[in-house]
């Protein structure tokens, strides 16, 4: 299972929980009057809704400001599908001008350095989000700027109840705790950590969300993950995220029905008070507040912590980004890099917020969230611009992840099985991955 970056309502679902990629055969047609442009392009974006708002925003604006300009928006199916379908296009020399897709791992399998063309002497390369560039990055050069904001794997909190019992957002994991076991000695049906185990993947967050705290103590553990020279079994720093979903079923924490739950159940619980922590993507606070609306005031976020709170920090997914493939020359070219130049721009990011509520701030210097955006969207910002304050999650620093985390961090959070032994099998479970994908070493 693989968390990818964007999302709204309830695509978000299947978006935590596989792999979204690209794309299909629908045109939404042209987004300027046909035939008011001397040059016309196509982007090709995915199908989900919030994708198709924002392609149809972005197009919009751009060609308000650039008259010689049309742009015709295609649209493409999530998943396996989606991603066959680019690297066919991409390789046949059949791919539009502009296209969206993923970055990390699946942007290094379309073999950027031959189908993209670099951005790197592009002006605006250097005020993009250096996490955000490492994920379109290949043999040094710039390929994709980003669509979307940032989420955070991190822990959603309810403020009255932390106001209630005088508690402040923590940042080390001994702090979490201790705050955990006042909001447990209150009482009054609160739980302290909300888990919800009924939708599996929301199972990972304290394994996936603490690779922050992972690359501060341990730089080159991706680099070595990688090369299977380093296990979660065996490395103090990453196996405890699996100690802490020990921890926390060990200590009575979580809500009584924490076996069947669901992502809709815990959102409630957040937004109501009857749940005071939850370790999720920030990406989901636009589902609690579509039903819960006062929780855009009530709810915050603080970063996962670690044992250091010098180095408290944020867990972050990259958004997707947009790309150029080579095939792409002449007058469509250049109408392509200004398109793109107009995505990594302030002006670029307005017209995404009209699109909808951002998932969280964006990767581009100069852009600022909506001053109505949701507190917790809010409280991720100072992570992003606090120098080491945010790290990329591993699956855009390594392409090493097995299918089973989700069962076994499952297991490991019920007590059925103890945290060592889960991330001895979670070392088990990627072997199959690495082997397929021909990495050195495995």
């Given at each position: 299972?693989?968390?990818?970056?964007?999302?709204?309502?309830?695509?978000?679902?299947?978006?935590?929980?596989?792999?979204?990629?690209?794309?299909?055969?629908?045109?939404?047609?042209?987004?300027?009057?046909?035939?008011?442009?001397?040059?016309?392009?196509?982007?090709?974006?995915?199908?989900?809704?919030?994708?198709?708002?924002?392609?149809?925003?972005?197009?919009?604006?751009?060609?308000?400001?650039?008259?010689?300009?049309?742009?015709?928006?295609?649209?493409?199916?999530?998943?396996?599908?989606?991603?066959?379908?680019?690297?066919?296009?991409?390789?046949?020399?059949?791919?539009?001008?502009?296209?969206?897709?993923?970055?990390?791992?699946?942007?290094?399998?379309?073999?950027?350095?031959?189908?993209?063309?670099?951005?790197?002497?592009?002006?605006?390369?250097?005020?993009?989000?250096?996490?955000?560039?490492?994920?379109?990055?290949?043999?040094?050069?710039?390929?994709?700027?980003?669509?979307?904001?940032?989420?955070?794997?991190?822990?959603?909190?309810?403020?009255?109840?932390?106001?209630?019992?005088?508690?402040?957002?923590?940042?080390?994991?001994?702090?979490?705790?201790?705050?955990?076991?006042?909001?447990?000695?209150?009482?009054?049906?609160?739980?302290?950590?909300?888990?919800?185990?009924?939708?599996?993947?929301?199972?990972?967050?304290?394994?996936?969300?603490?690779?922050?705290?992972?690359?501060?103590?341990?730089?080159?553990?991706?680099?070595?993950?990688?090369?299977?020279?380093?296990?979660?079994?065996?490395?103090?720093?990453?196996?405890?995220?699996?100690?802490?979903?020990?921890?926390?079923?060990?200590?009575?924490?979580?809500?009584?029905?924490?076996?069947?739950?669901?992502?809709?159940?815990?959102?409630?619980?957040?937004?109501?008070?009857?749940?005071?922590?939850?370790?999720?993507?920030?990406?989901?606070?636009?589902?609690?507040?579509?039903?819960?609306?006062?929780?855009?005031?009530?709810?915050?976020?603080?970063?996962?912590?670690?044992?250091?709170?010098?180095?408290?920090?944020?867990?972050?997914?990259?958004?997707?980004?947009?790309?150029?493939?080579?095939?792409?020359?002449?007058?469509?070219?250049?109408?392509?890099?200004?398109?793109?130049?107009?995505?990594?721009?302030?002006?670029?990011?307005?017209?995404?917020?009209?699109?909808?509520?951002?998932?969280?701030?964006?990767a581009v210097k100069g852009c600022t969230l909506p001053a109505d955006v949701p507190q917790a969207i809010k409280d991720?910002?100072?992570?992003?611009?606090?120098?080491?304050?945010?790290?990329?999650?591993?699956?855009?620093?390594?392409?090493?992840?097995?299918?089973?985390?989700?069962?076994?961090?499952?297991?490991?959070?019920?007590?059925?099985?103890?945290?060592?032994?889960?991330?001895?099998?979670?070392?088990?479970?990627?072997?199959?991955?690495?082997?397929?994908?021909?990495?050195?070493?495995?």
């Amino acid at each position: 299972m693989r968390f990818r970056p964007r999302a709204s309502g309830l695509a978000l679902l299947a978006v935590c929980s596989l792999t979204l990629a690209a794309c299909s055969a629908g045109s939404l047609g042209s987004s300027s009057d046909s035939g008011s442009g001397s040059v016309e392009i196509t982007y090709l974006i995915g199908n989900q809704d919030q994708d198709m708002k924002e392609a149809q925003q972005l197009v919009k604006d751009f060609t308000a400001k650039n008259a010689g300009i049309s742009i015709k928006i295609e649209t493409r199916p999530a998943g396996t599908e989606g991603d066959n379908i680019v690297k066919t296009r991409l390789s046949t020399g059949d791919m539009p001008e502009v296209f969206n897709y993923n970055t990390g791992s699946l942007f290094q399998a379309i073999a950027p350095q031959k189908n993209l063309v670099s951005l790197s002497d592009q002006p605006y390369v250097g005020d993009l989000d250096d996490n955000f560039k490492n994920t379109v990055t290949a043999d040094g050069q710039v390929y994709g700027v980003p669509v979307g904001g940032f989420m955070g794997g991190a822990v959603l909190y309810n403020i009255g109840v932390y106001k209630k019992l005088g508690l402040t957002p923590p940042k080390t994991w001994a702090e979490f705790m201790a705050n955990s076991a006042k909001i447990k000695a209150a009482g009054g049906g609160v739980a302290p950590v909300i888990q919800t185990y009924g939708e599996t993947w929301t199972a990972q967050l304290f394994v996936l969300g603490d690779f922050h705290n992972v690359a501060a103590a341990e730089p080159d553990f991706a680099e070595k993950y990688t090369k299977n020279q380093a296990k979660y079994a065996t490395s103090a720093a990453a196996v405890k995220g699996f100690e802490h979903t020990e921890a926390v079923h060990d200590a009575g924490l979580e809500n009584k029905d924490f076996a069947s739950a669901k992502l809709p159940d815990g959102l409630k619980m957040l937004a109501t008070g009857t749940g005071a922590q939850y370790p999720i993507l920030s990406g989901v606070v636009a589902n609690m507040i579509a039903t819960y609306p006062d929780a855009a005031k009530n709810v915050g976020l603080f970063a996962l912590p670690g044992d250091d709170a010098s180095k408290n920090g944020l867990t972050v997914w990259t958004p997707g980004a947009n790309y150029i493939p080579k095939t792409a020359t002449g007058a469509k070219l250049d109408a392509a890099k200004k398109f793109l130049a107009f995505v990594a721009s302030p002006d670029g990011c307005k017209s995404q917020n009209t699109a909808g509520a951002p998932t969280g701030p964006y990767a581009v210097k100069g852009c600022t969230l909506p001053a109505d955006v949701p507190q917790a969207i809010k409280d991720m910002q100072p992570y992003l611009d606090k120098p080491g304050g945010s790290s990329l999650a591993l699956e855009f620093v390594s392409p090493v992840k097995g299918p089973s985390l989700s069962q076994i961090t499952v297991e490991v959070g019920s007590g059925i099985r103890k945290a060592k032994d889960g991330a001895a099998r979670y070392d088990e479970d990627v072997k199959k991955q690495a082997q397929q994908l021909g990495l050195a070493g495995w």
